[in-house]
C-alpha cells in the first residue's frame, strides 16, 4: 500500500500567512487602537504579529521549510493577538 503524499508545508504556511493577514486587522488606524483603557497594547501586538509575517515570508522566499512547530506556533500567536484586540474592542 503506498504511503499517503507528504503535506507540502511551504504551502501551508503560506495559506496560513495569508488567512492571518485577511482576517487581523492591520490596517486600523492608529488612534482607533488607542482609544480608552486596554488590556495589552493592539498597536504593538500588531506590530510584533506583522514581524512575524514578515519574517516568515522572507524564510520562505529563500527556500526555508516550516516545519508543524513552526504552523502550530504562528497560528497560536495569530490566536492570541485577536483574542486580545477583541478584549480591547477592536473586533467582534
Known amino acids: ?3 499517503p503524499a507528504r503535506p507540502d508545508l511551504s504551502t501551508a504556511m503560506h495559506g496560513l500567512i495569508r488567512e492571518i493577514r485577511t482576517r487581523v486587522p492591520f490596517a486600523t488606524p492608529e488612534a482607533s487602537l488607542c482609544r480608552g483603557p486596554c488590556r495589552g ?3 504593538k501586538l500588531l506590530e510584533f504579529l506583522d514581524t ?3 519574517e ?3 524564510r ?3 527556500g526555508e521549510v516550516p516545519r508543524f512547530g513552526d504552523l502550530k506556533r504562528l497560528e497560536k500567536l ?4 485577536m483574542a486580545a484586540l477583541r478584549r480591547n ?4
Open 89 to 92: 474592542g477592536l473586533v467582534a
Open 60 to 62: 520562505l522566499e529563500e
Open 41 to 43: 497594547c493592539s498597536k
Open 78 to 81: 495569530a490566536t492570541k493577538v
Open 1 to 3: 500500500m503506498p504511503r
Open 52 to 54: 512575524e509575517l514578515e
Open 56 to 58: 516568515w515570508e522572507n
